[in-house]
Nanobody
Framework: QVQLVESGGGLVEAGGSLRLSCAAS????????MGWFRQAPGKEREFVAA????????YYDDSVKGRYTISRDNAKNMMYLQMNTLKPEDTAVYYC????????????????WGQGTQVTVSS
């Protein structure tokens, strides 16, 4: 059974940075795409970024492109999201997720999800 645990969320001022981590367990996961999603109060969950197992392919939503960087360390079964130049509209619960196959931006294609970590950006 795959388990994903996020950490690194918190309160930061606009323009600041945070680094989220996602620890994965339950087997070798380096062949699979992993992603970050977020959900703000009263809004639907939305795709943020994803990275393939080969480290080469990375995908970002336009709203975070140029500010966020997704990375992973397969040897440690870890995934990261470096978030810079944060904006109040980035405030949300951030989730990491893993898919075996499918569309990288489609939430329903992800099989395993973490419990989420809160990111709050003050103006």
């Amino acid at each position: 059974q795959v388990q994903l645990v996020e950490s690194g969320g918190g309160l930061v001022e606009a323009g600041g940075s945070l680094r989220l981590s996602c620890a994965a367990s339950g087997g070798r996961l380096d062949s699979y795409t992993m992603g970050w999603f977020r959900q703000a109060p009263g809004k639907e969950r939305e795709f943020v970024a994803a990275i393939n197992g080969d480290y080469i392919s990375q995908y970002y939503d336009d709203s975070v492109k140029g500010r966020y960087t997704i990375s992973r360390d397969n040897a440690k079964n870890m995934m990261y999201l470096q978030m810079n130049t944060l904006k109040p509209e980035d405030t949300a619960v951030y989730y990491c997720a893993l898919q075996f196959h499918g569309t990288w931006s489609r939430g329903r294609d992800y099989v395993y999800w973490g419990q989420g970590t809160q990111v709050t950006v003050s103006s």
